[in-house]
């Protein structure tokens, strides 16, 4: 089985910017992949952020954009909020649809 | 408004069954996929598979295969997450999520004798 990776952890700045990514040991992250994001905060169910690729939703903030970066699937976070501390999971699709998660991105704002 | 609303909490003892429910409103249910996804205490997130309401079409992830069945019922736009036995392993946070992204907000699953 594949096997999806993120960043165990990163810090960024206030007001900073920031990339997580999201890798597949079979090769590149392709659109074919159909990559989400997803934000969760202690205590909160986890939350869309992302959808193929980069497509956002309507509670999506701005400072958020998903992309195709160096064979990776990308999220960048540019102008960190505090309340951007969070942890981050990046979801993949294989063949048949089946999906596998990233072990997630502890984001500290700091 | 998309909404998904999840059964309540439960407690059961090992070995025995379950079956959680995942009612999606507000879009045609049958048009999208229905995934769950399961987070034990303190972990990430883990996909369990999916199901496309429409036709029952069932893509289960090789770990949770033979361990749980998904099912749906179109007709009240319900998805369903059951287990036959259960073992305290099991206790965890099962989330369903739509197609797109829409969650649920989680049930609560303790196994414990």
Not at chain 1, 81 to 107: H, I, M, N, V
Request: proline fraction near 5%; glycine fraction near 14%; aromatic fraction near 12%.
């Amino acid at each position: 089985q594949a096997v999806v990776t993120q960043e165990p952890s990163l810090t960024v700045s206030p007001g900073g910017t920031v990339t997580l990514t999201c890798g597949s040991s079979t090769g590149a992250v392709t659109s074919t992949h159909y990559p989400y994001w997803f934000q969760q905060k202690p205590g909160q169910a986890p939350r869309t952020l992302i959808y193929d690729t980069n497509n956002k939703h309507s509670w999506t903030p701005a400072r958020f954009s998903g992309s195709l970066l160096g064979g990776k699937a990308a999220l960048t976070l540019s102008g960190a909020q505090p309340e951007d501390e969070a942890e981050y999971y990046c979801l993949l699709f294989y063949s048949g649809l089946r999906g596998l998660f990233g072990g997630g991105t502890k984001l500290t704002v700091l | 408004e998309v909404q998904l609303v999840q059964s309540g909490a439960e407690v059961k003892k090992p070995g025995e069954s379950l079956k959680i429910s995942c009612k999606g409103s507000g879009y045609d249910f049958t048009n999208y996929w229905i995934g769950w996804v399961r987070q034990m205490p303190g972990k990430g997130l883990e996909w369990m598979g999916l199901i496309y309401p429409g036709d029952s079409d069932t893509r289960y992830s090789p770990s949770f295969q033979g361990q749980v069945t998904l099912s749906a019922d179109k007709s009240i736009n319900t998805a369903y997450l059951q287990w036959s036995s259960l073992r305290a392993s099991d206790s965890a946070i099962y989330y369903c999520v739509r197609g797109g992204g829409h969650w649920g907000q989680g049930t609560l699953v303790t196994v414990s004798s």
